[in-house]
């Protein structure tokens, strides 16, 4: 696949209106525990009507599709939270979707599915990951809805940076989960389109760390991947068409271990009444080690879809 270019602010201003009324303005929260290393807010897309920030993405893909492209209906090659966003689309549109999945998807991701009435089709990991890289599964009809690597889908994800700088209009730093990339790639160009002072930077769990590999190295690195209770970021790898545009948009990447991710979702449990997933709350984890430094930073609540069993260890001081 060629590498994207960074999608221009226009592009992401046209999908916020596109969302206007789908789509919340996520509240902006001061993380509440205290003794903690800097003045640190929480951007709660675990709020959003399919409990993550994916509903940006699938929305302004599928709403700013040819119809024509749609007419036997959308797919996706999703852990979970993409997936389910863009059932959600589907269904209140009226459209077939498909969803493929990675065998070990949680359940509560696959239960939303079914709820949705979209098609499940389940695969062994690495096959997940080489449809993600490759856009192709053979047989599938319908309209592709790739959970990172399209311009429509990352313009969506930046409709949040937005949102940030009119919450918070000094804050210094946006700690972003980074699983394909969308999410970091889409929020950093709109906000230094405004703002070119404000630091963007990508969290990932060292269970599956490429990125804070590949920009130590200053090239796309393997990294060992072990599946863990976190879905939807971690890899091997960094996706070949996103590598150029993280490397130039970022600022850096942090890598936490799965116990400060745990602690992290309690952390939010307890003091903010803020149910996150691991992926959720991996921004907190790195803010709260002081790796992302002091001043304001944000950390991008990405979503909530937690199975209850995984939340109910974390929150007896286990890490499922």
């Not at 592009?11 to 509240?27: F, Y």
């Not at 852990?79 to 959600?88: F, P, R």
Request: charged content about 15%; proline content about 7%.
């Amino acid at each position: 696949m060629k590498p994207l270019e960074p999608v221009a602010l226009a592009d992401i201003q046209t999908a916020r209106l596109r969302l206007a009324g789908t789509v919340m303005h996520t509240p902006l929260v001061r993380f509440n525990a205290p003794d903690v290393p800097a003045e640190i807010y929480l951007k709660l897309e675990n709020l959003q009507p399919v409990g993550s920030f994916k509903i940006r993405a699938a929305g302004n893909a599928i709403l700013s599709a040819d119809n024509a492209r749609l007419a036997n209906g959308v797919w996706t090659v999703s852990a979970g939270n993409m997936a389910h966003a863009v059932a959600w689309f589907a269904r209140k549109l009226g459209m077939a979707c498909t969803a493929v999945v990675p065998e070990d998807a949680p359940a509560t991701k696959l239960a939303a599915l079914q709820r949705l009435q979209a098609k499940v089709i389940k695969v062994p990991f690495s096959d997940y990951q080489s449809i993600q890289r490759t856009h192709v599964f053979s047989g599938m009809p319908g309209q592709l809805i790739h959970p990172f690597a399209d311009p429509a889908v990352i313009a969506g994800d930046g409709t949040l940076g937005l949102e940030i700088l009119e919450d918070l209009p000094d804050v210094d730093t946006i700690l972003v989960p980074y699983g394909g990339g969308g999410l970091s790639c889409g929020i950093a160009p709109a906000v230094h389109a405004v703002n070119p002072r404000v630091k963007i930077c990508a969290v990932e769990s060292a269970s599956g760390a490429p990125l804070t590999a590949s920009l130590a190295a200053g090239q796309p690195v393997e990294v060992p991947y072990t599946a863990s209770f976190i879905s939807g970021i971690g890899a091997p790898f960094v996706f070949p068409e996103m590598w150029l545009l993280a490397s130039q948009l970022l600022d850096g990447a942090f890598a936490v271990e799965l116990a400060q991710i745990a602690e992290a979702v309690r952390l939010q449990a307890e003091w903010n009444h803020v149910i996150a997933e691991g992926a959720g709350a991996v921004a907190l984890a790195a803010a709260l080690t002081g790796k992302a430094g002091g001043g304001k930073i944000v950390c991008l609540v990405s979503g909530g879809n937690i199975d209850s069993g995984k939340l109910v260890k974390i929150l007896n001081g286990e890490v499922p």
